[in-house]
């Protein structure tokens, strides 16, 4: 279950010729059962004008406060601004050269699999040539010289 189990997921809004049935309907529907869940049914609140015409507060938002805002700014510190930009994206991108190139200079898995099974297989012969050869050298073989 989520945070919001059992919360409310919809609303609907009903209007009403007369102000009786609005409340007759309210206190009959308010905490009926509908399906698994209990509704709620309160008056709904209308915004007046002067709330919307109301003067939102003035956001000030920290990352912006950096710039001047209606104070123009001078070029030397437009250049040190940009030259700032420029240092920060050739750091980054030092740094994902650094990563593509760990990765494109190690060889490829199937390729250090392959390289291993090829030695292994002329290991593996050479050891066969020595034993082949090493049988005839045996004392009781029969290429033994005659007396």
């Known amino acids: 279950m989520g945070p919001q189990s059992g919360q409310p997921r919809g609303y609907a809004f009903v209007t009403y010729v007369n102000k009786k ?14 399906g698994q869940k209990n509704i709620l049914v309160t008056w709904a609140h209308s915004i007046s004008n002067e709330e919307v015409e109301k003067p939102k507060p003035d956001i000030h938002i920290p990352a912006l406060a950096m710039s001047k805002g209606e104070k123009k ?34 060889p490829l898995v199937i390729s250090q699999f392959q390289q ?15 034993k082949r050869n090493d049988r005839h050298h045996k004392p009781y073989g029969r290429n033994r010289p005659r007396k």
């Open 73 to 106: 700014t001078d070029k030397m510190t437009q250049i040190q601004a940009i030259e700032e930009k420029l240092r920060l994206m050739e750091h980054k991108r030092e740094v994902e050269l650094k990563i593509n190139d760990t990765v494109a200079t190690k």
């Open 116 to 130: 291993n099974k090829t030695l292994a297989a002329t290991t593996t012969k050479s050891s066969y040539s020595i």
């Open 21 to 34: 049935d609005a409340e007759k309907a309210k206190e009959s529907l308010n905490n009926l059962k509908l």
